[in-house]
């Protein structure tokens, strides 16, 4: 008995023969065989918007090889992905068969999470139909958006420059990208002070002795041996302490502001500082616990991928691809925290062979996500082999190199922590204040937030932390504040060392990275898992946005496209409906929704909207000027971005065809050779610092402090 297995890649096609004997011939279909037409917007209005399929034109010889086995297969497996993609393309290879699954049970669908010989053994005693609501889902997303494409393009075209595109959902990702970047050019920059004191605890004959031995007390000057910072916060009861905020987005604390705003104010208290005694006030201890996160999301790999090793979407997707065809992982396009119970077995039995009982929790944890339509039928991501622990290194960087065992070892390290025992972490605040009544009579007053304050009556603290279990964090290192301060005693005196003021300016919001964008995407309900990564890099590839120090700027013709649909399309460029609609596709995947209302309610306002902007003004995209004119006719040379990336032009184009290639500037020198450095930009649009004198010399680097750093 010959059975026929169809997967999408030779990749997994491959791996998935370790697990099958030669009674099975497994071909891969590289992915869709039906697509919509190229030529044409292939949708039928007439007909309830039927999508009109056709055979992809390059596929003619894996299709032609899939219908040659068919025919003599008794059994036909179509194992493609367990998501709406895969389901799409189970559903058109059915199609194409010369075979009628209503006539004999020869076609079977199955569906496995991850390429393991005990899953697809699972797989093959569990299948089932295709999904039909799966189907609709996907029809109804790639009906959607070739509406918005075909019939939004050409608008694009006439309205704003020839050969731009619109997509649905990555018009909305780039209208967040340029309102953050209008916040951030509306943004007030004040300059603010913060000021600090060196305090050391008093030393002992023993401790006196060795300070001098080793000359570390010379002519008269303190030592700074067990000296500690404290940062200012109080005068006489009025707070100034720096405001330190969370940014969900970069991961990081960051100070907003504090009230002294004038350096010379920041100077009269830290000269004054020098005139007071310092006494230990009060001591704040409490432990606190820390527990591990939930196993990776799509979402959440991206991000944490792009924090860590500035990995894009689509190069971290892409290595997952390879890791999970490859049976290191399981699937990763997945919005579900879920484990499976073998595996939190699996990982409970290592975690209690490899580190023992005190890092096991009584029992399993459980993680709930937060999206109100995840998928919780899938697994979150996690590798395949638990018990092989990291061993397996040398074989996934013979197969997927440096980068994707990088991947791969964060996916392991988070999925073992989420099953480990709590950390148990000591933070220590400590207060410091001046005597008032030991001070000099001073009376002069300093002005602090519009407020007259009396010299003296300071208030300082430090913060610390001792990591008294570690926990999970034994496996998942995360960020601690190593700040680990010494024993302290409630009212002790404390010897002056030094004091300091630090100038610091107020930050705009931040510009979107990566794991920003994806992580904000996600929160408001837009996308999927499977099209975080290519939302991002279409508006890239388009040159909507360029990336600079790995976070987004949009171009001028970025710019010019959302102000256009904003204006004109404001109903379906929005947040609200965007997410909308993803809900309507989620609707449609489970049952409870068809997709022909769906899409008729979408495209009845959408038409008549396309009719009325015919007429509206044209958009006229901004230039950079330059200090150049045009040899041809003498108008001023601009900056402007085409599909290339930035060009020098004549600014009465298209009167004047002038034109010539830009090369951005930097000043700075090449540690290689000494010469400028220009910010060149690879065939796919990303910039990156080259030496101008290339290819005499190769220097290239993706960012500043990699030009700054001397040559290897």
């Known amino acids: 008995m010959k059975s026929l297995v169809i997967v999408e890649s030779p990749t997994k096609a491959r791996t998935i023969g370790k697990f099958l004997g030669k009674d099975f011939e497994i071909i891969a279909s590289m992915g869709h065989i039906m697509d919509l037409p190229k030529s044409k917007i292939g949708i039928d209005f007439e007909h309830n918007f039927e999508p009109q399929y056709e055979?992809?034109?390059?596929?003619?010889?894996?299709?032609?090889?899939?219908?040659?086995?068919?025919?003599?297969?008794?059994?036909?497996?179509?194992?493609?992905?367990?998501?709406?993609?895969?389901?799409?393309?189970?559903?058109?290879?059915?199609?194409?068969?010369?075979?009628?699954?209503?006539?004999?049970?020869?076609?079977?669908?199955?569906?496995?999470?991850?390429?393991?010989?005990?899953?697809?053994?699972?797989?093959f005693k569990n299948p089932r139909d295709i999904d039909v609501n799966l189907v609709d889902a996907q029809t109804a997303r790639r009906?959607?958006?070739?509406?918005?494409?075909?019939?939004?393009?050409?608008?694009?075209?006439?309205?704003?420059?020839?050969?731009?595109?619109?997509?649905?959902?990555?018009?909305?990702?780039?209208?967040?990208?340029?309102?953050?970047?209008?916040?951030?050019?509306?943004?007030?920059?004040?300059?603010?002070?913060?000021?600090?004191?060196?305090?050391?605890?008093?030393?002992?004959?023993?401790?006196?002795?060795?300070?001098?031995?080793?000359?570390?007390?010379?002519?008269?000057?303190?030592?700074?041996?067990?000296?500690?910072?404290?940062e200012l916060i109080e005068i006489n009861g009025v707070k100034i302490e720096a405001q330190k905020t969370f940014n969900l987005y970069d991961g990081e604390y960051s100070v907003t502001k504090t009230s002294i705003t004038e350096e010379a104010k920041a100077k009269e208290i830290k000269n004054d500082l020098e005139k007071q005694q310092f006494q230990v006030c009060d001591i704040l201890q409490k432990e606190t616990k820390r527990s591990p996160l939930p196993p990776f999301t799509t979402s959440t790999l991206q991000q944490e991928a792009s924090r860590r090793f500035?990995?894009?979407?689509?190069?971290?997707m892409g290595l997952a691809q390879k890791l999970y065809e490859e049976g290191f992982i399981t699937y990763h396009r997945t919005d579900s925290f879920n484990l499976s119970v073998a595996s939190v077995v699996g990982m409970r039995n290592f975690i209690k062979e490899e580190y023992g009982d005190k890092y096991l929790p009584e029992s399993p944890r459980f993680y709930k996500t937060k999206q109100k339509l995840a998928q919780e039928?899938?697994?979150?991501?996690?590798?395949?082999t638990v018990g092989q622990g990291l061993m397996i290194k040398d074989k996934v960087l013979s197969i997927t190199g440096n980068d994707g065992w990088r991947l791969y070892e964060l996916i392991w390290k988070r999925a073992i922590a989420c099953q480990m025992a709590d950390a148990i972490i000591e933070s220590?605040?400590?207060?410091?204040?001046?005597?008032?009544?030991?001070?000099?009579?001073?009376?002069?007053?300093?002005?602090?937030?519009?407020?007259?304050?009396?010299?003296?009556?300071?208030?300082?603290?430090?913060?610390?932390?001792?990591?008294?279990?570690?926990?999970?964090?034994?496996?998942?290192?995360?960020?601690?504040?190593d700040n680990i301060l010494p024993k302290?005693?409630?009212?002790?005196?404390?010897?002056?060392?030094?004091?300091?003021?630090?100038?610091?300016?107020?930050?705009?919001?931040?510009?979107?990275?990566?794991?920003?964008?994806?992580?904000?995407?996600?929160?408001?309900?837009?996308?999927?898992?499977?099209?975080?990564?290519?939302?991002?890099?279409?508006?890239?590839?388009r040159r909507y946005i360029e990336r600079i120090e790995g976070r987004f700027t949009p171009t001028n013709v970025g710019i010019a496209v959302n102000d256009f649909l904003v204006k004109?399309?404001?109903?379906?460029?929005?947040?609200?409906?965007?997410?909308?609609?993803?809900?309507?596709?989620?609707?449609?995947?489970?049952?409870?929704?068809?997709?022909v209302p769906i899409i008729r309610d979408f495209y009845t306002p959408f038409e008549k909207k396309l009719e009325e902007v015919k007429d509206a003004d044209r958009v006229k995209?901004?230039?950079?000027?330059?200090?150049?004119?045009?040899?041809?006719?003498?108008?001023?040379?601009?900056?402007?971005?085409?599909?290339?990336?930035?060009?020098?032009?004549?600014?009465?184009?298209?009167?004047?065809?002038?034109?010539?290639?830009?090369?951005?500037?930097?000043?700075?020198?090449?540690?290689?050779?000494?010469?400028?450095?220009?910010?060149?930009?690879t065939k796919r649009g990303r910039r990156f610092y080259g030496c101008s004198n290339y290819p005499s010399c190769d220097f290239a680097a993706w960012k500043v402090e990699d030009i700054k750093k001397p040559s290897s």
């Open 621 to 681: 995209i901004a230039v950079e000027e330059t200090n150049e004119k045009c040899p041809e006719c003498g108008s001023p040379l601009v900056i402007r971005v085409g599909r290339f990336g930035k060009f020098i032009s004549c600014s009465e184009f298209p009167k004047c065809k002038f034109t010539k290639s830009f090369v951005e500037t930097t000043d700075l020198l090449c540690p290689k050779d000494g010469k400028q450095i220009v910010i060149k930009r």
């Open 143 to 230: 009906v959607l958006d070739r509406l918005v494409g075909y019939k939004l393009s050409p608008l694009l075209w006439r309205k704003v420059r020839r050969g731009l595109s619109a997509g649905r959902v990555q018009s909305v990702a780039l209208r967040l990208i340029v309102e953050r970047e209008r916040e951030i050019g509306k943004f007030g920059k004040e300059k603010y002070w913060t000021v600090s004191a060196l305090l050391s605890q008093p030393l002992t004959t023993n401790e006196k002795q060795l300070t001098n031995n080793k000359k570390l007390e010379v002519s008269g000057q303190k030592s700074e041996v067990n000296s500690t910072e404290f």
């Open 488 to 541: 302290f005693v409630a009212n002790e005196k404390l010897d002056f060392v030094s004091s300091q003021t630090a100038e610091h300016e107020t930050l705009p919001p931040p510009r979107y990275n990566d794991a920003s964008l994806i992580k904000t995407l996600e929160e408001k309900g837009i996308g999927r898992p499977s099209t975080y990564a290519t939302i991002v890099s279409t508006i890239e590839t």
């Open 568 to 595: 004109n399309f404001s109903e379906i460029d929005d947040i609200p409906f965007t997410a909308m609609m993803e809900e309507g596709l989620d609707e449609i995947a489970k049952g409870e929704k068809k997709w």
């Open 310 to 316: 500035g990995f894009s979407g689509k190069r971290t």
């Open 55 to 123: 055979l992809v034109a390059d596929k003619q010889k894996i299709i032609a090889e899939l219908k040659t086995a068919a025919k003599t297969a008794d059994t036909i497996i179509l194992a493609t992905d367990p998501d709406r993609e895969g389901e799409a393309i189970a559903y058109h290879i059915r199609e194409i068969l010369p075979i009628s699954n209503t006539k004999n049970k020869q076609i079977k669908r199955i569906v496995f999470h991850e390429i393991t010989k005990e899953a697809i053994d699972e797989a």
């Open 428 to 481: 220590t605040t400590v207060i410091v204040t001046t005597n008032k009544q030991q001070l000099t009579a001073n009376t002069e007053k300093l002005e602090v937030s519009s407020q007259k304050l009396e010299v003296g009556g300071y208030r300082l603290k430090a913060n610390g932390s001792v990591l008294v279990f570690d926990g999970f964090l034994k496996v998942h290192a995360q960020a601690l504040n």
């Open 377 to 384: 039928a899938h697994e979150a991501i996690r590798p395949t």
